[in-house]
């Protein structure tokens, strides 16, 4: 039986955390609903007692949300589990989650500490979390650079203390591949308690690897992934949700499966882009403008012929538009003649042959080749057979 994988979102925390992307309460009112309606099971709204606009934003949420849970962030600081479990007392499904850098580096140069000074604030967290909600997740920051041995360590303890889920972040974006799924499948086989929570995934991005990553942890048992609407986040951004979400609804043979309404993932990223003013790459996977645009000859016969050629995803499932033949001076005959009748020419091979000279010497100077452009060329080769 197929595995469901939990979709955590934290696009209004940690993909708020990008340069000029602070959102106010009623922004991030909106797009929490949106999140919910997208189907996302943990919405991570923000970090409670970083600002009272947060606190606002959190508690504002909380009491809106009615299917998923909404979750604030703290750090293992006693003030800060109280501010965060304030702002989720309207929550009908609140989440705190809390934690520490377990890596030696944040450990000596961030909290000039030991490991087992460490291990201690990390079990008292979760201690003082579950004195205002039942769920509790806790993150080890980090654990991408963090001795396995250790943080298995840690993992048990905090679970024995009561977290439900345990947040495994690649924080600096370090690991390859087969380290994150290695270190996801050490702790599934050295943590005697691990039974008794999720493990989640929070990769960034600084290598380009979030998504593997994140993909390499849930095969190797994790159930939750973090990510962000268009891979916002920190420096070089978080895990794209579009992206881990439709990797796995691609390979079915991984078994798993996640609640996300697919169809909606163009819109939501048109609408997270605008509303947080940071362009989405042409080039982005799913959600990028380019995502289902052919322009070299070779391709578009191909594609033409049968879409399954280039393209392994139905732009509907998604919420595109549509795929686009886009005509430039690498496009080839099939695609100007299909241009051509998509405009309403009917126009035959010896046709295209003739046309297509003529179509090469405007594409050489121009970037694309438009529909103007093609009407142009079509009444000066014909005038006859042109409709407009």
Known sequence: MDEQVFIFDTTLRDGEQVPGCKLNTKEKVELALKLEALGVDIIEAGF????PGDFDSVTQISKIIKNASVCGLSRAVQKDIEVAGESLKYAKRPRIHTGIGTSDFHIKAKFNATQDEILQRAIQAVKWAKNFVDDVEFYAEDAGRTDNEYLARVVEAVIKAGATVVNIPDTTGYCLPYQYGEKIAYLRNHVSNIDKAVISCHCHNDLGLATANSIAGVVAGARQIE?????????????SLEEVVMVLKQHKHLGLYTNIQTRMLNPISREVSETMRVPVQVNKAIVGANAFSHSSGIHQDGFLKDSLTYEIINPEEVGADGSKIVLTARSGRSALAHRFHKLGYEFNRNDIDILYNSFLRVADGKK???????HQLAKAYKPELAII
Do not use: F, Q, W, Y
């Not at 962000?228 to 978080?238: D, S, V, W």
């Open 48 to 51: 409670p007692i970083s600002s």
């Open 227 to 239: 990510c962000t609407i268009n891979g916002l986040g920190e420096r070089a951004g978080n895990t």
């Open 368 to 374: 694309e080749v438009e529909e103007d452009d093609l």
